[in-house]
């Protein structure tokens, strides 16, 4: 072989190689696509489930179809919903993750992940799920919440609120076979965690309807409906209806947590308190760092972390303040400089309000690509609650993001201080 056909030859071959390529890459171009889309449509069907699922969750982000139903809490639903899983699991392992674009391939290993973890969870249903309520959590937390998410445009959206309120009561009973199991199993709370509960709900139980927070869309907006007076009026009256039964269901369960709930409550602070407690620790803490660190290591991580900190902020106290002995006394003095401190709401407001716009906002583009054209707003808690919680807008930005601050004592509230450090 001269070396002018080895050439040829050798150039032949590029082009066939070539030419193979373009088209296998084509064939699995087609098949990535095929592939690449039957994910996006089983993700879509998962996402709509879990909307179904938690129907005031759809409602926030505005996601109005299922405005006329809650979240089902009974017991049994804690197997349907494992059997649910499981069936995206196989429905998922259908679909041939090598045919997919590698960028794609992550978002399917994600979305796995997500549903064995819930199955993998499924082994302790009967742990935290048996406690859906606290004095952080549950609807007696925020009850404006409903009136804030909720539209109130059309006779449609009454219809769905009336529907609402008619199955609270449904919901609370299955809240009190959660708890009684609870009690059976002994797998309840602490008292800490549930103790101020009674009196949050007492705030809701009004001896007249039309006096309960619920009833306030009957009473400002349902005269702005473009519908008869009749209409109107039979919708009050429903309204006032569903909203008695519903202040009945919530005394009801007042009266369970004060005399059977409460006075069953564990002794331990932890959860290794309740059967398979140290398994169950674990899994927890499996689930809120994704690492397999045993509880000891992870303790032990937090000791040397503290360590760490506190030999960095004993070397800035001795430095900028000439401050030797503790931090304690060090977070003292700061607390306790009138200019980190707040003397009104107003103030405090202001402040969030300043740190929100001014601080973060322009810092976020350093960090971030793609930064959505969302607006958060803040707004005083309208219970004395944790410090602040945020509950996310709509997606086409038709109700901003709300960040609600607890300004009942802007005396002790360092955010100022906090910001510093
Ligand atoms: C309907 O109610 C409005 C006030 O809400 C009143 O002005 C109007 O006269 C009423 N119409 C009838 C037919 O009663
Ligand atoms: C809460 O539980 C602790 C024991 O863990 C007990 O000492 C305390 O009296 C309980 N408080 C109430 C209000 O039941
Ligand atoms: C904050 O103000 C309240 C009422 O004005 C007062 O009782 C409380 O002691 C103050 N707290 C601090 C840390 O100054």
Not at 138 to 153: A, E, V
Not at 154 to 175: A, H
Not at 385 to 410: C, H, K, M
Request: some cysteine; hydrophobic content about 40%.
């Amino acid at each position: 072989m001269t070396r002018m056909n080895f050439d040829k030859i050798v150039f032949f071959s590029v082009v066939i190689i070539m030419w193979v390529l373009a088209v296998l890459g084509l064939i699995a171009y087609t098949v990535n696509g095929d592939t690449a889309l039957e994910l996006k449509e089983l993700q879509e069907e998962f996402f709509q489930w879990k909307l179904k699922e938690s129907p005031l969750f759809a409602t926030t982000i505005g996601e109005y179809k299922y405005d006329d139903i809650v979240q089902d809490l009974s017991l049994a639903h804690l197997d349907q919903r494992k059997v649910i899983v499981d069936g995206f699991i196989e429905k998922l392992k259908r679909i041939d993750r090598t045919l997919l674009p590698r960028k794609t391939r992550y978002s399917y290993d994600i979305f796995l992940d997500t549903l064995q973890t819930f199955v993998d969870g499924y082994k302790w249903k009967y742990h935290g799920n048996l406690n859906p309520m606290s004095s952080l959590e549950g609807f007696q937390t925020d009850p404006s919440l409903i009136l804030k998410i909720s539209p109130f445009n059309t006779k449609g959206d009454f219809e769905n609120f009336i529907s609402r309120l008619l199955l609270y009561p449904k919901q609370i009973d299955q809240v009190i076979i959660r708890f009684s199991e609870a009690i059976t199993l002994k797998n309840t709370l602490h008292n800490v965690s549930i103790i101020a509960v009674p009196d949050q709900l007492a705030k809701l139980i009004v001896d007249d309807p039309k006096k309960s927070i619920y009833f306030a869309p009957f009473k400002d907006q349902v005269h702005k409906l473009d519908v008869k007076n009749a209409t109107q009026d039979e919708l009050i009256k429903r309204g006032a209806e569903a909203i008695k039964l519903y202040i009945e269901s919530i005394s009801k369960l007042k009266k369970f947590l004060e005399t059977k709930y409460i006075p069953n409550t564990r002794q331990s602070y932890g959860v290794d308190g309740w059967r398979d407690g140290q398994d169950y620790y674990k899994a927890c803490l499996k689930w809120h760092l994704t690492t397999d660190m045993t509880p000891r290591e992870v303790h032990q991580k937090g000791l040397e972390e503290v360590k760490r900190i506190k030999e960095e902020m004993f070397k800035i106290m001795k430095e900028k303040e000439g401050i030797t002995d503790s931090i304690a006394g060090f977070s003292k003095i700061l607390m306790n400089r009138p200019s980190l401190k707040f003397n009104t709401a107003d103030e405090l407001l202001a402040e969030y309000n300043k740190l929100i716009h001014d601080v973060i906002y322009p810092k976020l583009p350093e960090y971030f690509k793609d930064i959505p054209d969302y607006k958060v707003i803040v707004e005083p808690e309208k219970y004395d609650g944790p410090a602040g919680q945020y509950f996310i807008g709509t997606e086409d930005g038709s109700r901003p993001g709300i960040f609600q601050v607890n300004l009942l004592r802007p005396n002790e509230t360092y955010v100022r201080f906090f910001t510093i450090i």
